[in-house]
């Protein structure tokens, strides 16, 4: 899969945490590419790993706890992982950026906004702060918040929650960075709020031609704005394929669980789908597949129990890791 | 709706919150969280609130189980107007209403086991002791899903979705007549969200209980509610019957909320038409609170406050447009 026009390609990346259990394996053999300007979204519910694949891929994770144990992160052809933390700065922040969930934790309430924009800017780019701080505005022009000059002066308490995620925004984009990571960047906003900020990711990757890795838990997001999907279950990729593909023909029974449990708009339902049981832990992951606790054919399948099925081209550029990915249907 | 069947009746119900300035703290303001709404769910049925963060949905239900003092108006609870009432009396009040919360990892003390969590109410009511007590708190966790075995257990040895059993476990446990449901599952994943909307429904027949049920997500709330109201910066600007408001949403800010979810149909969204910013509720205009967000208000909707009224029969909306 490794072209030339690939921005990113993850190669069987595995991270693992020590714990006094044992290792807890948050992350095992995920491999997926991004093209440049494109949308890659990981989906997945809490605990899946999508987090740690992006932490992994900016090298954030907390050492020594957490460890990449195995694997390749290429960026432009560049294995970055390894890059000294010398080398890496220059990449993280600059040409891989990075937007967090909670975007009122993620600023530093002490700083004006100004102040730490124009903070990046003048590391990035050693910019010196008469230049920096021109700079920060135009970025803020560039989110589209009213009345840039005031609010370089205002600190993150006085925006909203909406405000401060483009202000997060402002700060990731600075650089100009060829890769945007966004993790559950609209999860604590209100769904109007989310629409905007989606909306402006959508018109800043057109406009600074981006890729972005979008990490969400929400389906719908992901339905509106991803070109290509991959679905993530206790530290794997069990679906990988365009975002069409995925709802018109998923093939994991995960995934057919996601997309059937949520209550649709606008029909009137008795009761709701359900995927039964609980997201196993990663230190008790269940032998063979590992969705199989929970799957409706997998439960009662001696070859689901006991081997894991990897992931495989079971359509063209249509990954699924399920024993039954072809012939479902036919033996329910 | 006739009344005997009504088991919550708000009226014009209020709670404003002084904004204090200065050294001594003198009021200049009122943050007018709730702010006259009025509203009455029949026994048995499930009223769905909906809003957006700051509406004031939080506030409206806390204010209804007396945990927030109210500014004005008359919450009637079996016909019986509560918000008068000393403390003593209202305890056995307290017996009939119960509240399941948001966050499953914050609601439950994590150093009582699950047993002395959903004992404690009956403990308190002088409801149970000894072995009765137990074989209570059993039936409890079965009626959730849950294991008698996981009676000694603690918090932190389940998952947010048990978690949320176990809070509904406790909430049930001094069998209620109202229980309100405070965004019972936002904090939830995706597969395990539909576990519990389940099981709410399940509950609800067995035991005919009425909910008022609090969400920000507009798809939960159309699973689950009868009624629907949608409030917007304290107060409400649209309620229906469920299948009526989501077939013929009125009130512009309805019709927002609804034309703002990610609905799962795979096709790259173009950017939308913008949607205007939120206005906190401490800075309202004199007219329509949501006159600066609103794409079809004009200069008299700046000016004044359009009253809740019936449109159609059953759907009330507050709008001069419509």
């Known amino acids: ?71 390749k992160i290429l960026f432009r052809n560049h294995n970055i992982l390894e890059l000294t933390e010398r080398q890496m700065r220059v990449i993280r922040g600059n040409k891989i950026a990075m937007i967090f969930q909670e975007p009122m934790t993620s600023l530093n309430p002490v700083f004006t906004i100004g102040f730490q924009i124009a903070e990046a ?45 483009r202000v997060m ?20 906003l209100d769904v109007t709020i989310q629409a905007q900020i989606l909306d402006l990711l959508d018109e800043l990757q057109q406009s600074e031609k981006m890729s972005i890795l ?119 | 709706m006739n009344d005997n069947n009504t088991l919550l009746k708000v009226e014009n119900l ?36 909906v809003g957006e963060s700051g509406s004031g949905k939080t506030t409206a239900a806390r204010t209804i189980a007396r945990l927030i003092p109210a500014t004005a108006g008359r919450v009637y609870f079996d016909g019986k107007n509560i918000l008068p009432l000393r403390q003593s009396e209202l305890r056995k009040i307290r017996k009939d209403i119960s509240i399941v919360f948001q966050d499953p990892y914050s ?41 008698a075995s996981h009676i000694n257990r603690y918090p932190h040895e389940f998952s947010g979705g048990q978690r949320q059993r176990i809070g509904i476990a406790r909430a049930l446990a001094l069998e209620p007549k109202l229980v309100i449901c405070d965004e019972p599952v936002s904090a939830l994943d995706v597969s395990i969200q539909s576990q519990i ?30 009624i629907v109201a949608v409030m917007y910066l304290g107060k409400i600007v ?12 009125l009130h512009p800010y309805t019709k927002l909320l609804l034309s703002a979810i990610p609905k799962p149909v795979p096709e790259r969204k173009k950017p939308s038409e913008s949607v205007p910013a939120a206005v906190s509720a401490a800075e309202t205009c004199a007219g329509c609170p949501f006159f600066g967000r609103c794409p079809i208000g004009d200069d008299f909707c700046s000016k004044n406050v359009p009253p809740l009224e019936e449109k159609a029969t059953g759907h009330k909306t507050a709008c001069f447009k419509v």
């Open chain 1, 169 to 188: 925004i402002a700060m990731a984009i600075s650089c100009k960075p060829s890769l945007l990571i966004a993790d559950e960047p609209t999860t604590a």
């Open chain 1, 121 to 165: 800017i003048g590391l990035h780019q050693r910019k010196n702060s008469a230049q920096a701080w021109p700079m920060a505005e135009e970025m803020l022009e560039k989110v589209h918040i009213p009345d840039p000059e005031r609010r370089l002066y205002e600190y993150p308490h006085q925006l909203s929650g909406g405000m401060r995620q």
């Open chain 1, 1 to 71: 899969m490794a072209e030339n026009n690939t921005l990113l390609s993850v190669r069987n990346l595995s991270t693992f945490f020590d714990t006094e259990q044992g290792p807890a394996k948050a992350v095992q053999d995920v491999s997926f590419d991004i093209k440049p300007a494109e949308t890659f979204a990981l989906v997945g519910e809490s605990g899946c790993g999508k987090s740690v694949t992006a932490l992994s891929i900016m090298q954030l994770i907390p050492h020594p706890q957490g460890r990449i144990v195995s694997g």
């Open chain 1, 214 to 332: 979008l990490i969400t838990h929400d389906l719908g997001v992901v339905a509106q704005r991803a070109d290509n999907v991959a679905v993530m279950y206790a530290s794997k990729i069990v679906e990988q394929c365009s975002c069409g593909e995925l709802f018109n023909n998923p093939l994991h029974p995960y995934t057919q669980g996601l997309l059937n449990s949520r209550p649709q708009l606008g029909v009137k339902q008795k009761r709701l789908n359900t995927i039964a049981g609980n997201v196993p832990e990663p230190l008790n992951f269940p032998s063979g597949c590992k969705f199989h606790t929970r799957c409706p054919i997998g439960c009662n399948d001696k070859r689901c129990q006991t081997a894991e099925p990897q992931l495989r081209e079971v359509s063209p550029n249509h990954f699924a890791a399920c024993w039954y990915a072809e012939g479902y249907d036919k033996l329910l």
């Open chain 2, 14 to 49: 209020k709670t404003w919150f002084p904004i204090k300035k200065g050294l001594l703290r003198k009021t200049v303001g009122y943050v007018r969280a709730v702010d006259d709404i009025s509203f009455q769910i029949p026994a048995g049925n499930t009223f769905g609130l």
């Open chain 2, 238 to 249: 649209e309620i229906a019957q469920a299948s009526v408001l989501y077939e013929n949403p």
């Open chain 2, 197 to 226: 909307l389940n099981l709410l429904k399940d509950l609800q027949e067995q035991f005919s209980l009425t909910y008022l049920f609090i969400a920000h997500d507009l798809s939960v709330v159309e699973f689950i509610s009868d």
């Open chain 2, 107 to 147: 609601s439950l003390n994590p150093r009582m086991t699950i047993g002395s969590i959903i004992a404690e109410p009956l403990k308190v009511h002088k409801i149970a002791a000894g072995s009765e007590l137990i074989g209570r708190i059993a039936i409890l966790l079965e009626k959730v899903g849950l294991s």
